[in-house]
């Protein structure tokens, strides 16, 4: 598919209003997407696992106006948000040719996390993902049919252009993003991961914990951009391939031990290519390496198949099978509570993927 296709030719100009729902989760990367091209075209290939309980509720309400101004209005949590305002403002501009009835109506956009909104947890991908579902159901209000892999894929394509990880939270469990010769897949959306995936991977477990609940040090904005011109950017885009390709047999083989050396590397060369790039960034904590090096303690001592990953930040996500649940939360209770800000941390799971409500 390439981007006119997603393009929205003709509409009910007539309707009036309407109101729309969606709840749609967080993800959190396998192989990690760093570096993009112009309109959000990823320079490599990233996979994540979709996640379930950290999720972004958004209802749109849409009214018919007469001027041709974009306009809308955002409340969070109830409280009505300025701070937002440019954000989708961009990506009204940025979507503006898919969706061409953006200027017809003014939308009211009422969102809320199920997540501490002060958390260090990106809420772009479900945030972003929740407000592209919202803008598919109203193209179908305005009496648009779509199959369903049509719509999941150009509210993957939208979400996209808000914040690419974005588009990879609308299906679960494993979703694709970024051209590779091991799955289907494209630049412009995210896709359910197409290969076989064994039961050691099926209800996987994420507890968050939150080291650092402060605001993002490096935007991701920022952080793609210093891959531009990056001594090691070349060698790091072969490298997801190479890392994208492995997960694939990894996931149907089950092979555990494998999966976490591919998913700690890439959580640590997302660091390092940070610490490496000018100007530099260091984004872990020391209580991010304590838990680190107390996962790893843990591992070898108990024969436990516990691992961590990053995002952007200082915050850890500690993944392990459903089969350790009970003694990894005792391990994460007893020890790690302790390096998180004010013992927070978040137990979540692989989820299904976004919902109408
Ligand atoms: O979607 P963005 O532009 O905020 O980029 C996020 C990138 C990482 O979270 C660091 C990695 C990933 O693949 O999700």
């Known amino acids: 598919m390439i981007d006119q296709d997603f393009i929205l030719k003709s509409y009910n100009s007539k309707v009036e209003r309407g109101s729309v729902k969606w709840s749609s989760p967080s993800n959190i990367a396998l192989v990690k997407y760093w570096g993009k091209r112009k309109n959000q075209i990823p320079e490599n290939p990233s996979i994540s696992f979709t996640l379930s309980n950290c999720k972004t509720i958004t209802e749109v309400t849409y009214t018919k106006k007469k001027s041709t101004e974009f306009s809308f209005e955002v409340f969070f949590e109830g409280e009505k948000n300025e701070a937002f305002k440019p954000k989708i403002q961009t990506f009204f501009e940025r979507i503006e040719s898919y969706v061409p ?48 892999d049509y719509f999941n894929r150009k509210a993957s394509f939208l979400a996209r252009l808000g914040s690419g990880s974005a588009c990879r939270s609308i299906e679960g469990e494993l979703v694709v993003w970024g051209k590779n010769k091991s799955t289907e897949s494209s630049d412009l959306f995210g896709v359910r991961f197409d ?96 838990i680190i090096n107390r996962i790893w303690k843990f591992r070898e001592e108990n024969n436990s198949n516990i691992c961590f990953t990053l995002d952007a930040g200082a915050n850890v996500h500690v993944l392990f099978p459903k089969a350790e649940e009970s003694k990894v939360y005792d391990f994460i209770k007893s020890e790690l509570v302790a390096y998180c800000q004010n013992g927070h941390y978040i137990c979540d799971s692989v989820g299904n993927g976004a919902k109408r409500l």
């Not at 953006?102 to 772009?124: C, K, M, Q, V, W």
């Not at 609940?213 to 210093?226: A, D, I, N």
């Not at 997302?270 to 790039?277: D, R, V």
């Open 195 to 290: 290969g076989d995936i064994h039961s050691n991977f099926k209800d996987y477990q994420d507890a968050i914990l939150l080291v650092d609940k402060g605001e993002k040090q490096v935007s991701s904005t920022l952080g793609h951009k210093l891959m531009y011109g990056h001594p090691f950017a070349k060698e790091r885009f072969l490298q997801a391939h190479d890392n994208l390709d492995k997960l694939k047999d990894i996931l149907s083989s089950g092979d555990l031990k494998e999966f976490i050396k591919i998913v700690e590397s890439e959580a640590l060369t997302l660091h390092a290519m940070m610490m490496t790039s000018m100007p530099y960034f260091i984004l872990m904590k020391p209580n991010t390496l304590e």
């Open 101 to 148: 009835f953006l200027r017809d109506y003014h939308f009211n956009i009422e969102t809320s996390n199920t997540f501490p909104h002060s958390s260090g947890i990106a809420s772009s991908a479900s945030g972003m993902s929740a407000l592209a579902l919202c803008l598919m159901s109203i193209e179908e209000d305005l009496g648009v049919d779509y199959a369903d």
